[in-house]
């Protein structure tokens, strides 16, 4: 009866071994998709909202759209240079570069974007600028806590 027991438990330890690299895997080609999607569709709406709207005159009058960017735990997603492109990177995998339709800048030091994200389409003295920012920006966009101010934004 021991013998048995033993046996069952080294051939359940050998299953899950033998499962352990196909999860990790899975995990992984999940993770990879879901930092796609999120790229796809922040670059798919600066192009939008450059290609269709006119840039507004301040940040109260400028064309919107709103994102909820989920990015994976280990993954990142960010603006970066000049001209501006958008740089994802999975924990321990190359980074993807992909440039933008107009120059982008963030309220954060890094360029890193992750969860309730409003672009807004401005016009500046240095041309149009898609500025992202945290939270969902409702009405005339005057709740300072969730924007940050576009006078103080580098561009990254």
Known sequence: MIVRTVLAVLAAL???AA??????????????AALRTNADEFADSVRALARRSDPGRTLATAPRRTLDLVVPDGATLAVRGEPARLVTRLDGAPAHRRSLATRVVTCTDDGTLEGPTTLAYVRTASGPVVFALRGFIRGNASIGVHACAPST???R
């Open 153 to 155: 934004v580098q561009a």
């Open 14 to 16: 050998a299953l899950v």
């Open 19 to 32: 499962a352990q690299p196909a999860v990790h895997h899975a995990t992984r080609t999940r993770d990879a």
